[in-house]
């Protein structure tokens, strides 16, 4: 074989222990970290769904999907557990004495045999002979149960249940012996009797003594049974499970073995049943839904027999859990067995290993078990590995290796379940910056839109009546010539006319009502013809009207009624609108209306005269209908039908502005309280929603930054700002081998907020050259003894700070080449929503090739984020920022101060600036317009930027957009290329 003897060593088995200890100690910490947070989460997405906010795709952001809550409760509810599997029951046991450095289970009987009775490739004859063992050890045709370890005050084996019934088994049930009942005795004589009573008498006190020795040996028996050979000798016969066993209940219980070992304080041990009795996987998976295994394979043999092949094949076809695989030594000669066995300790056995195998490698790359695990997809080209979050399966005789390997698969876990839990976290806190927008440019343009809304319809209303008071003289003479126009067809059309209501025979009508009802028949006609003409003009005014006001009005007003909530009631506006549009549809042109009185009048005396009975109704002929056609249109006045059309339309035009402008301020007050509540819901986002969600996400992004790389170690301080100490990282960090290292310790939650937010929003943006990264977040929870707890944010590090670099000295272009580098990064903040309020010298960092770099986002926040809360260092501070109501434009102020100590060369304060005793008076000064006076040595094109950035009015400062080509332009004038 390539390695015939391979090597097992443990430094030492307390060691081993202890480190095993120290390592689930720590991981329980963690975990008890992600418990709080998670449950933290849920009673905060409790309040939210409750408080009735946001609607049902919100809350769905702020809610835990169901496949993903289940699975962080099956890490954070869970406690680790280390499973010992193996080839064969004795490599189990064997695997369990180096973990515990102490034999908790006396050898089994055929244990001896394990590493040398089986055939030359190891497979076993299924009895428990071979070293690979198809079969497992044990005696012949018994299974081992399950097992596991707990600490406990005294050690106690027992049988138990899954559902953690303890059985009583046989052994442990035997009655007490029973008395021989007494037989009667055949009459005897006197002198008999008197013998056979002494005897009585004598049998008693033996009895008597006999008792008192039997309750001391029972006792004796009692203490013996407490020690640790009785113990084991008693968990060796509860672990066999005889093929005999027919009872349901002892077939399904485990062996439950408590010890007062310093480990199991820690972690339960579990050995994997023989899996005869119940397959690896099977045991895995039960083991799954109430714990975190940690699986070790104990190979007691230098190859896998076919039967341990299928088995860790099926484990790796169901489960991704990473395997530690075990290589034991063959198995040292067994001692002779004492009269009460201790717990044998292994110090002897391993001190010899020691000293026969003084360094202790992994030997067993390139062996027949290397190449069978790697077939198997357990290993790869090596016996182990690892990347960042994931740990893998290794293969190695140094049981020392445990702890590193369960640290890994244990962090594995809790580094998923963080990533999930932060996922859901930065959901929620999208949907809240999102929801922030959203209020605060609904709070920004609803009064603008009403302002907009009252305004055009005040335009339009004026316009349609300007069409009314000023064109009656057109429509009067459009009347006119419609009538010219159309006499000749409406002649023709009359003539045509059929009666369809009216009875009529040989061309009479049966009455002279008949007669009426035909005139006024013919007369509609001509009238409806002249109205849809009038009507024809108006409209091509009033559509003139609606293609300059009623697209950008019409949506307006719809965003606004959408927007209030109830739709149905609040369309009433529009439909006042649409009442207003359609004035000129709805003029009407009458017979009344258009004639003089007098023909009126002479009309009614014909109707009349007509009524009578004695006189001869006119025949209904062509000639009679163009006659009343005629006398129609020569009776219409155009100048009365074009005033009464004027009037008819004003009236209309008044009635639908009244009821639009009463609308209108319906929904002004529906919105006016609307906007209340969604001030008050903006101010809850940002003071209380926002923040706290931000606060668990730190903790979580944390919690998995110290899962993946740990605790980085402080170096010397490289400075001091308002809010925390910067130090250097002793070394390499996440991959990053020059970071600096941020300390703050939050002294209120306010600060705990602002930090937790700056955190999300830097975290949150893609990585920019202008930009110093960040690359991860620890919080140290031991600060101050654990009184207080310290954030330590963990960045680029970089040379020096811009006034450094102006203090020793740094030349013209360099400094320009810097002010390019800082409008850059402040216009990539800027298109990520961002503001950064606190621009100047000390937050511009240098590498070495003096790129500049913006650093400390403290004060960085989205606009719809921002509360109005005067930040920032006071010279660099826009007069704005005194008002609480600013916004982006602060940067391009900050920036002109910067600018003028770049064109400058030097750090002194401007004389200005200088004169002011106090912040308040520097404040004041500001405010009343005082900036920075101009250097001799200025060039004009810098003087001019520098006023412009720093200008009074926030409206009037040039968007960064220009700032920059600007700037270049001066670089290359002054500088060259």
């Not at 639908?656 to 919105?671: G, N, P, T």
Request: aromatic share 6%; hydrophobic share 40%.
């Amino acid at each position: 074989m390539a390695d015939a003897s391979p090597r097992w060593f443990v430094a030492s088995p307390a060691l081993l222990a202890k480190e095993l200890a120290r390592t689930f100690r720590a991981f329980g910490r963690l975990k008890q970290h992600f418990q709080n947070n998670l449950q933290e989460t849920e009673e905060y997405f409790a309040e939210l769904q409750d408080c009735g906010h946001y609607d049902e795709d919100q809350r769905s952001c702020i809610s835990f999907p169901a496949h993903e809550l289940a699975y962080l409760h099956s890490v954070a509810d869970c406690a680790p557990c280390l499973l010992i599997a193996g080839t064969s029951d004795g490599a189990k046991l064997r695997a369990l004495e180096c973990i515990l450095g102490e034999r908790v289970l006396p050898d089994l009987p055929s244990d001896a045999d394990n590493a040398s009775g089986g055939t030359a490739d190891g497979v076993g004859n299924g009895n428990g002979g071979g070293g690979g063992g198809g079969g497992g050890g044990g005696s012949a045709g018994a299974a081992c149960r399950a097992t596991r370890l707990r600490h406990g005050t005294e050690r106690r084996a027992s049988l138990v249940l899954p559902g953690q019934f303890e059985l009583l088994h046989p052994q442990q049930a035997t009655p007490p012996p029973q008395q021989q009942p007494l037989q009667q005795q055949p009459q005897q004589p006197l002198q008999q009797q008197q013998q056979h009573l002494q005897q009585q008498q004598l049998q008693q006190q033996l009895q008597q003594q006999l008792q008192q020795q039997l309750q001391q040996q029972q006792h004796e028996d009692d203490d013996w049974e407490r020690t640790p050979a009785a113990v084991a000798a008693n968990a060796a016969y509860l672990r066999m499970l005889q093929p005999e066993c027919q009872d349901p209940a002892f077939r399904q219980a485990q062996l439950e073995l408590s010890l007062p070992h310093p480990l199991l304080k820690e972690v339960s041990v579990v050995l994997a049943p023989s899996r005869q009795l119940q397959p690896l996987t099977s045991a895995l998976e039960e083991l799954r839904s109430h714990l975190l295994p940690v699986l070790l394979y104990a190979v007691a043999s230098e190859r896998l027999s076919e039967a341990d092949a299928l088995e860790l094949a099926r484990l790796k076809q169901n489960f991704s859990e990473p395997v530690f695989f075990l290589r034991l030594p063959p198995a040292p000669p067994a001692p002779p067995a004492p009269a009460a066995p201790p717990y044998a300790r292994l110090t002897t056995t391993y001190a010899k290993l020691e000293r026969d195998l003084p360094s202790a490698g992994n030997s067993c790359g390139g062996t027949v078990l290397h190449r069978q695990l790697v077939g198997l997809d357990y290993l790869g080209g090596t016996t182990a590995g690892t990347s960042a979050g994931r740990a893998h399966s290794a293969l190695t005789d140094c049981a020392d290796r445990l702890p590193h390997f369960s640290r890994l698969a244990l962090h594995a876990r809790l580094v998923e379940a963080t990533g999930v839990l932060g996922g859901v976290h930065a959901r929620g806190l999208d949907l809240f910056i999102s929801h922030a927008f959203d209020m605060a440019r609904d709070l920004q343009i609803t009064p603008r839109r009403l302002q907009y809304t009252r305004a055009k319809e005040e335009e339009l209303y004026a316009s349609l009546l300007e069409i009314a008071n000023e064109k009656q003289e057109e429509i009067r003479q459009m009347i006119v010539d419609t009538l010219d126009s159309m006499r000749k067809q409406l002649l023709e059309e009359a003539a045509t006319t059929e009666f369809a209501d009216v009875p009529v025979s040989n061309g009479e009508p049966g009455s002279g009502r008949g007669v009426q009802r035909c005139s006024k028949h013919i007369q509609e006609l001509v009238l409806n013809r002249l109205k849809e003409a009038v009507a024809s003009k108006l409209i091509a005014s009033v559509d003139y009207l609606r293609e300059s006001f009623v697209g950008t009005l019409a949506r307006c007003l719809d965003s606004l009624e959408k927007s209030g909530g109830d739709v149905t009631s609040n369309s009433l506006t529009s439909s006042h609108l649409k009442q207003i549009l359609n004035a000129a549809y709805h003029v009407e042109v009458t017979f009344q209306s258009g004639s003089s009185v007098a023909y009126i009048l002479w009309e009614q005396i014909k109707q009349l005269i007509h009524s009578l009975t004695w006189t001869t109704p006119p025949a209904l002929t062509a000639e009679w209908k163009r006659k009343v056609a005629q006398d129609t249109m020569d009776s219409l006045s155009a100048s009365k039908l074009a005033k009464n059309i004027c009037s008819q339309f004003r009236a209309r035009l008044n009635h639908s502005h009244e009821a639009f402008a009463s609308s209108l301020r319906q929904l002004e007050a529906k919105h006016s309280g609307r906007l209340e509540r969604t001030e008050d819901m903006w101010l809850r986002v940002r003071k209380d929603h926002a923040p706290r969600l931000a606060r668990l996400s730190l903790e979580s992004r944390s919690l998995r930054d110290i899962l993946l790389h740990g605790m980085p170690r402080l170096g010397p301080e490289l400075g001091r700002g308002q809010y925390g100490v910067v130090y250097a990282c002793h070394e390499p960090w996440g991959g990053h081998a020059h970071c600096a290292l941020k300390s703050v310790i939050p002294p209120d939650d306010k600060h705990w907020n602002d930090l937790a937010l700056e955190f999300h929003y830097t975290r949150s943006m893609p990585r920019h050259d202008r930009l110093v990264s960040l690359h991860g977040s620890v919080i140290d929870y031991t600060y101050g003894g654990g009184s207080n707890m310290a954030v330590l944010l963990i960045m680029d590090r970089l040379l020096r700070d811009l006034y450094t670099a102006i203090k020793g000295g740094l030349v013209l272009a360099a400094r320009l080449r810097v002010a390019l580098d800082v409008v850059e990064g402040i216009r990539f903040l800027h298109s990520q929503g961002l503001v950064h309020r606190d621009i100047k010298l000390k937050n511009v960092l240098l590498d070495k090739s003096n790129r500049a770099k913006i650093t400390d986002l403290g004060f960085c926040k989205p606009e719809a984020m921002m509360s109005g809360s005067i930040v920032g260092t006071p010279i660099h501070m826009a007069p704005e920022l005194f008002s609480g109501k600013y916004d982006n434009s602060v940067d391009v102020y900050a920036f002109g101060i910067l600018f003028w100590y770049v064109c400058a060369g030097a750090v002194r304060l401007p004389e200005a600036f200088e004169r002011c005793a106090t912040k308040d008076q520097l404040w004041t000064n500001v405010r009343r317009g005082t900036r920075p006076e101009r250097l001799p040595l200025f060039d004009e094109e810098c003087w001019q930027l520098m006023e412009a950035c720093w200008d009074g009015d926030p409206a009037r400062r040039p968007l960064l957009g220009i700032v920059q080509p600007r700037l270049l332009s001066i670089m290359h004038r002054l500088c060259g290329s």
